[in-house]
């Protein structure tokens, strides 16, 4: 059976939450430790961090979680195509002309010479402005998921082909994968299965121990929001709390998610606000469901302030440290007799939404609202024997 393709599931001017997989080609661990041929690639990992932070804070795309795997990258994504609709002409013009520059230079980066983008002129801005057609294209590709599915893996591509001598020859394993998630129910159980890869593949046995999963990035959130609180009522210097889901202090200890800083916050305290910002690209979590306006982010980080669940963070990271400690990714794993009021409380039931922190993968193919199997996705997707 051939494989739909993303028109078919994606309507461009609709908001469209989808969970993508990009996997190297052959499986070969061009993302992190290969120790068939002894190299060393994970630092590339840090190159799609760079890009999602910067592609967060020019596309009407959401990046609601990730995991950074050796051989493939999970994303879990949201189009704001009624976001782009609120940008003028300019706005779309400037996002696009710093997103894809049409000129570089050339810069003396240690032993290497490196391409760097030239900021574009006032005057390029503008007159791309003025030309409606093609801002009317722009405004399209802005909030695709395809496209920054493609500037992603592009980036990353010819850069690491240039890092091994300018060798030829695909990166990616063909096209990403994406599965359509129709209903917020399902979210949980995707974000929790995005943020337990690196545990399922042995890379990590708490959420501390792996940096690259959105889950790692909003606890340091959350212990940078403290240590700047700590800063600003000179509490002492220090006194960091542990947020270690699995050591002293639990996470069910851990404050609410900051709310987005104002701009005169942003004035008055630049150290805490430096810290933080490390963070800022990713969506916020919790869903303001009374809220009907697109919630535009004014900081330049990402693109809205909207959330994307019915919980705090505090409530999805104590959720995600008892899928650990309960080792619910693996195979025979039994559901534990207790479990969290948000998952008690869920519209799916805990039952499946452990299997589908577990497997979500295979669970579904092109969409959500498929019934729930375990045989159709052999091709694509997933982690279970990847690290």
Request: hydrophobic share 35%; proline share 5%.
């Amino acid at each position: 059976m051939s494989r739909k393709t993303r028109g078919e599931l994606i309507d461009p001017k609709e908001v469209t939450i989808v969970h993508t997989v990009a996997k190297a080609a052959r499986n070969l661990f061009l993302l992190g430790e290969d120790f068939a041929t002894r190299t060393q690639n994970s630092h590339r990992k840090d190159w799609i961090m760079d890009i999602l932070e910067f592609q967060s804070s020019l596309m009407a795309i959401d990046l609601l979680d990730f995991s950074l795997l050796c051989n493939h990258i999970h994303q879990v994504l949201r189009s704001r195509p009624d976001a782009v609709k609120q940008w003028d002409n300019y706005e779309v013009a400037r996002r696009w002309m710093n997103l894809c520059p049409t000129s570089k230079k050339k810069l003396q980066v240690g032993d290497r010479v490196e391409r760097v983008a030239i900021p574009p002129r006032e005057t390029q801005i503008q007159a791309l402005a003025n030309n409606p057609r093609r801002i009317g294209e722009i405004r399209e590709r802005l909030s695709s998921i395809s496209w920054w599915m493609r500037l992603l893996c592009q980036k990353v591509a010819q850069r690491a082909n240039f890092e091994d001598g300018g060798s030829k020859g695909p990166f990616w394993k063909g096209r990403f994968h994406s599965t359509l998630i129709q209903e917020n129910s399902h979210l949980l159980g995707c974000c929790l299965y995005v943020d337990l890869n690196a545990v399922k593949a042995g890379l990590a046995q708490c959420i501390q121990d792996y940096d690259y999963t959105s889950a790692k990035i909003r606890l340091e959130k959350i212990k940078a929001t403290q240590q700047a609180t700590q800063d600003q009522q000179g509490s002492g210097a220090g006194q960091i709390l542990q947020l270690d889901p699995l050591a002293e202090v639990s996470v069910a200890q851990a404050p609410e998610e900051p709310s987005k800083p104002k701009a005169k916050d942003i004035l008055q305290s630049p150290k805490p606000v430096l810290r933080i910002s490390k963070g800022e690209f990713l969506s916020l979590m919790k869903l303001d469901e009374l809220s009907s306006n697109p919630q535009l982010h004014t900081s330049g980080f990402r693109c809205s302030d909207k959330g994307f669940l019915d919980y705090s963070v505090r409530e999805y990271l104590e959720v995600l440290e008892w899928c650990i400690r309960n080792k619910i990714t693996e195979p025979e794993a039994q559901m534990p007799a207790e479990v969290p009021a948000c998952l008690s409380k869920h519209p799916l039931g805990p039952e499946l939404v452990v299997r589908q922190a577990r497997e979500f993968g295979r669970m579904y193919r092109y969409r959500t609202s498929e019934p729930p199997k375990m045989d159709l996705q052999q091709e694509c997707t997933e982690g279970d024997s990847e690290s």
